[in-house]
């Protein structure tokens, strides 16, 4: 939907939420999973944070705007996606590639990512405002080797080769690489807890600040998980192929620095293919956008502090990004 704006001349705005959910399993809930329950004051179902909350509160937003007759400052584009958790090839994606005219004039997005609250204390709290996002590159690794006997020595075994292979990248430390939104929310973190920020010693910085840098931890580098593995049939029976998949994720700026990583520490015989790869995005943290969430979040909490925050994973706003609007949480 668009709702129009005072200024027509104005860059309008995109207001986007994903409908989907990940699947939840009835058995290891206390209330049926899609009930949506309400029980002690709170709202149960999968996905009621993630993310029919911000759903809800933008269609409330929206039907306030209808009923008192409010035009809002500039053009309002809602749009309600689906397959958001499944990398939204059927959603935004698919949205952007087919119909991108129904974001003509788009030059800003809000969507997910941010907006939760971090206490420092009693009476402070920081607010997560997402303005970057790491990027996505899920792989597939397949070692070719010998088959053979299981009886029989063979050092072009596929499950060896791919197994070293796996287990090198799973111990691999990448290193810290601190981009603009990081630095920028462990300096403000730093400052408001009167501990000293020293950009040559992060581990340091983050050990001051103690249990509010967990959520730091995980923008600070590029990372790699093995998570599946795939060979043979039977015991007595090397296989000749084994295959694995890798879950990357790399900071906006380096990309290339964790391809070229994997690549040295893959043995020889495996080979290396995406299964889904999509792009760190990184925005800068100032406009009228930024000051006008930043007012809106101190006008709620006068103690809260809003800071930039980098995604350690992605939304339908990496796709957004492919139209060339600047993408926030
Ligand atoms: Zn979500």
């Known amino acids: 939907a668009r709702l129009a704006g005072a200024d027509p001349d104005r860059g309008a705005l995109l207001v986007h939420g994903h409908l989907d959910v990940v699947p939840a399993d009835a058995a290891d809930w206390q209330v049926p999973p899609f009930s949506g329950e309400i029980r002690d004051g709170y709202l149960w179902g999968r996905g009621a944070i993630d993310m029919k909350d911000t759903v809800a509160v933008m269609l409330a937003t929206a039907r306030h705007f209808a009923r008192t007759g409010t035009r809002p400052a500039r053009d309002v584009v809602l749009a309600f996606l689906a397959d958001e958790e499944a990398g939204g090839k059927f959603g935004a994606h698919w949205l952007v590639e087919h119909r991108p005219e129904l974001f003509a004039g788009v030059t800003e997005a809000i969507g997910e990512g941010g907006g939760f609250s971090f206490a420092i204390d009693d009476t402070r709290r920081l607010y997560p405002i997402e303005n970057a996002q790491r990027g996505m590159a899920w792989m597939e690794l397949t070692a070719t080797g010998r088959a053979g006997h299981g009886s029989s020595p063979n050092d072009e075994n596929a499950v ?10 799973g111990r691999e430390t990448f290193p810290i690489r601190l981009i603009e939104p990081v630095r920028a929310l462990l300096e403000e973190a730093a400052r408001l807890y009167g501990v000293e920020f020293d950009e040559d010693d992060i581990e340091g910085t983050l050990e001051r600040l103690g249990p509010v840098s967990d959520f730091m931890q995980v923008v600070l580098r590029n990372s790699a998980n093995p998570t599946m593995f795939d060979a043979g049939y039977q015991t007595n029976v090397i296989p000749g192929k084994a295959t694995a998949r890798v879950d990357g994720r790399f900071l906006p700026g380096h990309e290339q620095e964790l391809t070229d990583t994997i690549d040295r520490l893959l043995l020889p015989s495996v080979t290396r293919e995406w299964v889904n790869h999509d792009i760190a995005m990184e925005t800068t943290f100032d406009g009228p956008l930024v000051e006008a969430m930043c007012e809106a979040v101190r006008a709620e909490d006068p103690d809260g502090h809003p800071v930039p925050y980098c995604n350690p994973g992605g939304t339908d706003a990496k796709a957004f990004t492919h139209l060339g609007i600047r993408c926030f949480g």
């Open 160 to 169: 060896t080769d791919l197994a070293e292979s796996l287990t090198r990248i």
